[in-house]
DNA sequence: CGTTGGATTGATATGTTTCAAGTGGAGTGG
DNA sequence: CCACTCCACTTGAAACATATCAATCCAACG
């Protein structure tokens, strides 16, 4: 199955779950302007409405901040900011996988960042963004372009308090990815990834329905050369390594890039 | 010549440093409460206040900041935060280094970030810190216990911004990290820590004198052990890269913590 | 049904780690 | 003042994990 086919499935999956949350909107494969119950149309079963960054907004806030966003669709390997310029927007990733990659001189890469619904992508205050965010799979992107994303930061006290909050989880999660880059073997690193991806998958499912118990299975939504990138690994270490926690039973491979975790704390214990 | 001896040097010449620039003062070894201009006291020539946090804050503002912090040492090897705990004040280095660590369950050790005067040290809004934050030279902080801190954070709107363009400048430090931990190789690290330190140090000398052309003189502070778990390599292996870099003429060892490099440029060329 | 791009697996090369021995300077105590 | 000790540092040799090079494999698609 190829990428942009098993992108789009796991967009589908979504927006059938926001057709549950909200059965009167007519959401389509591209849902435009058919809403019923108020003026916040489609913000209302939006991912970024409900755990991202439009959450800091109150109802009256975010209709404000509705007059400036606008949505966009980018193609799998589409850039989407450019290193070390100032992006013309601000945004919150509505569907589909951004991965952002810093590259050296020589061509080495490094994926610095993976980001998933509800994240952001882009710079406040002005900055340039330090890497590439490039899609990575099929994606959507509700944009704040920022003359007015600057000003709303000012207006409304808890957006910027928000993106603080997200600047520090951001911290974080680099700082995690540090000790994996300095100091874990090439299976942890693999066991790592697919726990981080359970972990954040879960967290998804649980608000529609129940957590799937201890097994998951996962879209890992990047090729192996991408994964490599991330983990700091070449794309044949990546496959032996699958291979490897496939015969210790810890996966199973069901797709090009497709995983199954039987016990996702078994994995997480070989994840280090 | 020893650790700590070594250390206190580094201090004394920032303390003359900041005797020129504020004449009047009496500053000696321990520069207590004599300051003759106004109510700022010791404010007024710290780093801090010139580049640091307090920067962010106007005259009247800094006045109040002052009831509450308060300045505590700290000698080589002392924990001043716990991973996983909220830390009691959030602070600012005055003098000295400070390395943040994270630990794997089997004693691997990263260190994931390195803070010079007049970085800060700690989480604000409530949040527990991921890292163990250890003196790795005597240092001297500025603290501010979080009570008080978090509600001149609220009234004082210069504070918060301030503190979302370090969060993001921390951002932009871990992932150039993740590319060095990721993607480089031994020889290249080790420039590349050179390289990172005498940025620093001539951002430093700078402000009181010329910036020393392109060589420079610089202290590491740390141990090899610790260079090791900063690059995410053995200390043998940095050993050998020391003895490389000199072996090629881009720096001379004069001292067991201290490096001369005559060309910063060429350096940095080596650092990939 | 051949083409294509990604994934897998194998054999070999290499950079870094590990293990081990030795150095050198600073502090200690006779 | 001179051993003596200690700890950090240095250097060497062997072991190891991952990278590199190379040959299939496989599924999707025109």
Chains 1, 2 share one sequence.
Not at 76 to 103: C, M, R, W, Y
Request: net charge neutral.
């Amino acid at each position: 199955m190829p990428a942009g086919q098993q992108a789009l499935e796991a967009d589908n999956r979504r927006k059938n779950f926001m057709r549950l949350q909200n059965a009167n909107s007519n959401l389509g494969t591209s849902s435009m302007t058919l809403h019923h119950e108020d003026a916040l149309g489609r913000c209302e079963p939006c991912v970024v409405r409900r755990r991202g960054i439009c959450n800091a907004l109150i109802r009256d806030e975010l209709k404000q901040f509705r007059t400036i966003a606008g949505r966009r669709t980018f193609a799998p390997g589409q850039h989407i900011h450019l290193a070390d310029e100032k992006p013309e927007f601000f945004a919150a990733v509505v569907s589909g996988v951004v991965k952002l990659t810093k590259v050296l001189f020589d061509g080495r890469q490094q994926v610095v960042g993976l980001l998933l619904p509800p994240d952001s992508v882009g710079r406040a205050l002005g900055r340039k963004t330090p890497y590439f965010a490039q899609a990575a799979t099929e994606v959507e992107l509700c944009c704040f372009p920022y003359a007015g994303f600057e000003r709303m930061l000012d207006d409304f006290p808890g957006l910027k308090q928000r993106l603080l909050e997200q600047t520090l989880d951001e911290l974080d999660g680099a700082l995690d990815w540090m000790v994996l880059l300095g100091r874990k073997t090439a299976e942890e690193r693999v066991a790592s990834l697919l726990v981080m991806l359970a972990t954040r998958a879960s967290i998804n499912d649980d608000e529609g329905e129940r957590a799937s118990a201890c097994t998951q299975t996962l879209d890992l939504h990047l090729k192996r050369e991408e994964i490599a990138d991330f983990l700091g690994l070449t794309y044949e270490t990546v496959c032996r390594q699958f291979s490897m926690l496939k015969k210790r039973g810890l996966i199973e491979l069901t797709g090009r890039r497709r995983v199954m975790v039987p016990d996702v704390a078994a994995l997480a214990l070989a994840a280090g």
